[in-house]
């Protein structure tokens, strides 16, 4: 072979390994930021495709120059990195790769009730099923001035009656699978948190409503004292049911009421307009006529409760436990059941303490 035809080939094979190192830095470039957005699946650009050189070798116009019936090549390279992509709905021309999908580490719907009664109730710990205490019963104040000396004094009547409060029993069972509770190793104080929270919201359910009877908790609206208020305006009729506590020896302390009805009331606009309270804007602590006010779900639209919280207790006999356990054949089915459990109860020592006051809107 001369040497001009050595220098004709050595120039085409120049060429051709510009072109080639150019495609195979756009390959590189593009396989680097494929790297980068995510893995790139085992054996990705490998396969029955035919390498560059092979492509060279091949190419007529190189093999007319290889056997002297030309004396240059211009080999086109036609290289191209198909689209890697993870939408599965769309596959037409593309490789399709099955994306992780991201997983928040939340749960969603995960609603849970605000609890306040129990922040204001004194508690007294309970180490029985039931909590006994004294009462005086219908106690009458029968003082009198002695007007001169050797009249007969008036004589004091005090009768006592003994008074017992249940401890209920509030609890749930969850079964669940042993596989799934160990491949989610975060759901397990989810659950805990979860139903711990359900059982002192039945709590307080049963604090301000439970009816009483056998195992159950005798709430605040069974053992109040029914109070009729002469005003109309429902600020006003809560205010005498405090002044009627006043009245008696007992210190108002606590006013509960639905949402709606605290709404009512802060959301109370004048006749110019204005509000009453405040308005939105006034960060102040829910109160009426200085008592502290707290909402409950556990009262219906127009039901209130004024009451002394000294002259009440929470009967703490055990606060909820959580535990897991097998039943029947959950062993051999892999089945375990969480169990949350609490125990408590209310004493309402004082019943004229306690008034139930039904307002208007």
């Known amino acids: 072979m001369s040497t001009e035809i050595l220098k004709t080939v050595e120039d085409g094979l120049k060429r051709v390994s510009e072109q080639f190192a150019a495609k195979q830095k756009t390959m590189q470039d593009q396989i680097y930021d494929l790297a980068q957005k995510g893995s790139i699946p085992n054996g ?13 070798v091949e190419d007529p116009a190189m093999q007319a120059m290889i056997q002297r019936k030309s004396r240059s090549a211009s080999v086109p390279m036609n290289i191209s990195i198909k689209s890697l992509v993870g939408d599965v709905g769309n596959t037409t021309g593309n490789s399709v790769y099955p ?30 099923g039931s909590f006994e205490f004294v009462s005086l019963d219908g106690f009458t104040n ?18 006592f009656e003994l008074k017992t409060s249940t401890i209920a029993t509030i609890a749930a069972l969850l079964p669940m699978s042993e596989q799934v509770f160990a491949d989610a190793p975060g759901l397990g104080m989810f659950i805990q948190d979860k139903m711990g929270h359900a059982a002192l919201d039945k709590l307080e359910a049963e604090l301000i409503g439970g009816v009483g009877g056998t195992g159950a908790i005798s709430g605040l609206k069974t053992e109040a004292t029914a109070f009729t208020a002469t005003a109309t305006n429902v600020p006003d009729a809560i205010g005498e049911a405090i002044a009627e506590l006043d009245g008696k020896g007992y210190s108002a302390g606590v006013v509960v009421m639905s949402p709606a009805d605290w709404q009512t009331i802060r959301a109370e606009r004048a006749t110019d307009g204005q509000y009453v309270a405040g308005g939105w804007a006034d960060g102040a602590a829910p109160s009426i006529w200085g008592v502290p006010v707290i909402t409950s779900s556990s009262l219906a639209t127009g039901e209130v409760l004024v009451f002394d919280p000294a002259q009440v207790a929470l009967l703490d006999r055990q606060s909820p436990r959580f535990e897991f356990g097998y039943v029947d054949a959950g062993f051999a089915e892999n089945i375990i059941n969480a169990r949350m459990e609490l125990r408590a109860g209310l004493a309402v020592f004082s019943p004229s303490a306690v008034l139930s006051v039904t307002v208007g809107t």
């Open 99 to 128: 994306l992780q999908p991201q997983r928040g580490n939340m749960v969603g719907n995960d609603v849970r009730r605000r609890l306040s009664l129990m922040d204001v109730l004194p508690t007294l710990p309970a180490t029985s």
């Open 142 to 159: 029968a003082a009198a001035v002695q007007a001169k000396q050797g009249d007969t004094k008036a004589t004091q009547a005090m009768a």
């Open 44 to 56: 990705y650009g490998t396969g029955s495709t035919k390498t560059a050189s092979a492509m060279l």
